[in-house]
């Protein structure tokens, strides 16, 4: 069974950082990528960062040049990296592993930025 598993989340005040980190276990087919995602109450889910096998990352454009995604393959970990948090950031983070067969999310975790 595969399960990805979010932690890093909390509270932070605006202009600090946090790190997220998704712990993925499981047998899963070919992966073609990783990305983190985010949804914020009231609001449509929203793609934050992404990374491709070959090390391609992106970015949306409201968090280019404060976070980073990063994977550790030997620890079956993805990160989030984020820096200069803003109270919009704010939000629940998934973290997301697509394979050759299936879409895989993990539970989320939450993010409070607060002003």
């Known amino acids: 069974q595969v399960q990805l598993v979010e932690t890093g989340g909390g509270l932070v005040q605006a202009g600090g950082s946090l790190r997220l980190s998704c712990v993925y276990s499981?047998?899963?087919?070919?992966?073609?990528?990783m990305g983190w995602y985010r949804r914020a109450p009231g609001k449509q889910r929203e793609v934050v960062a992404t990374?491709?096998?070959?090390?391609?990352?992106s970015y949306a454009d409201s968090v280019q040049g404060r976070f980073s995604i990063s994977r550790d393959k030997a620890k079956n970990t993805v990160y989030l990296q984020m820096n200069s948090l803003k109270p919009e950031d704010s939000a629940v983070y998934y973290c997301?592993?697509?394979?050759?067969?299936?879409?895989?999310w993990g539970q989320g975790t939450q993010v409070s930025v607060s002003s």
């Open positions: 997301n592993i697509i394979s050759s067969l299936i879409n895989y």
């Open positions: 499981g047998n899963i087919e070919t992966i073609n990528g």
């Open positions: 990374l491709t096998m070959l090390g391609t990352e």
